[in-house]
Structure formats: C-alpha cells, structure tokens
C-alpha cells in the first residue's frame, strides 16, 4: 500500500484487523491475514550489510540508496539548524524581556 503521510494507511490496515472502532458498515476478510507493521531498525552489522540485506552487491542500487540516506540526513541537519538557531535568539531576547516587563 502507498500513500502520502497521513491519508489513512495504517488506519485502514487497522480497521481490517478489527483493531479500530467500527461505526458503520462491515469488513470481511476471507483466508489468513498477516501484518507486519512498520517500524524502523537496523541489523548488528555494517551500514553496507544492511542496505544489502543478503542480497549480491549492485553498485546502482546502493548508490541510490546511499544519496537518499544522504539527502534524509540534510533534511534533519537543517532542521536541527533552525530549531538551534531559534532557540538561540529566543536565549538573547530572553534578558530584554526580563527588563521590559518590569
């Protein structure tokens, strides 16, 4: 199943497991059901080992994967920038408004 954030996907999955609040309608499942939900995590093993998964080296494949991890960390980095930043002047102001409110 794929989706932007927040459109329902694990709602769905958690509706057809019967593990949500039905307010109307029906679900019917027929044969065996697995889920697995998602949750993050990494192997006791090289950062290599675990993008490749046991899986024979491809060199395009791991590129991508390396450059999408990259770009993720950038993200967080800028993110932790900003919040560093606002917190810093937020430090500085701190001392002004003490003054001006009394």
């Known amino acids: 199943m794929v989706g932007n954030v927040g459109s329902?996907?694990?709602?769905?999955i958690s509706a057809l497991l019967g593990e949500m609040t039905r307010v109307e309608g029906e679900v019917n499942l027929r044969g065996k059901v697995a889920y697995v939900p998602q949750q993050a995590w990494m192997r006791n093993a090289t950062l290599k080992n675990n993008i490749l998964f046991g899986k024979k080296f491809n060199p395009d494949v791991y590129k991508k994967v390396i450059l999408k991890l990259s770009e993720s960390v950038k993200?967080?980095?800028?993110?932790?920038s900003i919040c560093f930043?606002?917190?810093h002047r937020l430090l500085m102001l701190a001392p002004?408004?003490?003054i001006l409110k009394y």
């Open 75 to 80: 993200k967080l980095y800028l993110e932790i």
């Open 85 to 87: 930043l606002i917190f």
């Open 8 to 12: 329902g996907k694990s709602s769905l």
């Open 96 to 98: 002004w408004l003490l």
